[in-house]
């Protein structure tokens, strides 16, 4: 396997972080509507779950990728070596599958909580929205 260059890990961590920021914000919001709601309704209960997961695995990815774009970054007094960037690559990584993964089935449950119809229309948009992701795939 080709060792990628410092500078590839440098800008692809930015894209990360600035994407997942904003999905982490989008999600956040949806667990302060969530606790705001005062619903016991069960559905309620696992959006809110779901929600709190993927903040979470977003804003892993944003600390993990930090420490990748500081390591990497020109000029950095930290002495980064390829195989110091494995850990925080694979946890920024699986941070923000989680992240992707949970939002997803967020939307997907989302139209339940209003009708059957709406439920199936979300639950479709949601697979879609998934297979396209796994086609277009991080390779």
């Known amino acids: 396997m080709n060792e990628l260059p410092f500078e590839y890990w440098n800008k692809l961590s930015s894209q990360f972080i600035l994407i997942s920021v904003f999905l982490g ?49 020109d000029g950095s007094p930290i002495g980064a070596t390829q195989s110091d960037l494995n850990t925080p690559r694979i946890i920024g990584f699986v941070g923000y599958l989680v992240g992707v993964l949970s939002l997803l089935t ?14 199936f229309f979300t639950t479709v948009v949601s697979v879609i929205t998934l297979i396209l992701f796994a086609v277009s795939g991080i390779s």
């Open 25 to 73: 914000g989008f999600s956040i919001a949806i667990t302060a509507n969530l606790l705001i709601n005062q619903s016991e309704k069960r559905l309620y209960n696992i959006i809110l779950k779901l929600a709190t997961t993927s903040s979470a695995g977003f804003l892993t990815t944003v600390f993990s990728m930090t420490s990748i774009v500081l390591a990497t970054t």
């Open 106 to 119: 967020i939307l997907g449950l989302s139209g339940w909580t209003k009708s059957k119809g709406t439920g």
